[in-house]
């Protein structure tokens, strides 16, 4: 044989061998990958609140149409997917100016949240809000919100929600909207 010839069996012999000498042995473990971080949440938010009642509604409403300084949270538990459990607590509270009374709203619903571990995180929701004024009175609403949580690479980030009620409250018909803003946690 001729050394051409050795050259050239040695030459395709190392190349029908280079892909099984290429592949991982795990000596070096698995490629680095970015923490997925988990999808339960809480929302720490301020913000305020445009409310209305029936132009014939009484004591104790005295002004038809007013605003309020919203506070409190939510809290979204994973249940899956992009479905979240939401609990949460706001107080709607009123100037005594106005003459109206401040609101506590316990509120429990589904939440959609779209794009898992995105920077910019959309969701939706839909719930049940019991309302409880201070005046004494007692009711309940339909709850429909919206929002954005923006993050970095971290678990912290910037929530805000658009939220609209709409229920009785004492036997009037009371409707609200609310923007709200603050940090969210993931954990």
Do not use: C
């Not at 132009?55 to 002004?63: G, I, K, T, W």
């Not at 429990?108 to 049940?128: D, I, S, Y």
């Not at 004494?136 to 919100?145: C, E, F, P, Q, Y």
């Amino acid at each position: 044989m001729t050394t051409a010839l050795k050259a050239l069996l040695l030459m395709v012999g190392l190349a029908a061998a280079s892909p099984a000498l290429a592949q991982s042995r795990g000596y070096y473990g698995s490629p680095q990958r970015y923490r997925a971080y988990p999808e339960n949440a809480l929302r720490l938010e301020v913000g305020g609140a445009s409310l209305g009642v029936e132009d014939s509604a009484p004591a104790p409403f005295y002004n038809v149409r007013w605003g309020a300084f919203v506070f409190g949270g939510d809290f979204d538990l994973n249940l899956g997917g992009p479905v979240n459990l939401t609990l949460g607590a706001h107080e709607v509270a009123s100037s005594s100016f106005s003459g109206n009374p401040s609101i506590f709203e316990p509120a429990a619903g589904l939440t959609f949240k779209f794009g898992r571990n995105a920077q910019v995180q959309p969701r939706f929701g839909a719930g049940l809000a019991l309302l409880f004024a201070s005046s004494g009175d007692d009711g309940a609403a339909l709850r429909l919100d919206g929002g954005l949580s923006l993050y970095g690479y971290a678990p912290i980030g910037l929530a805000m929600d658009l939220v609209f009620e709409v229920g009785q409250l004492g036997g009037i018909t009371i409707t609200q909207a609310q923007f709200l803003i603050g940090p969210e946690f993931r954990f």
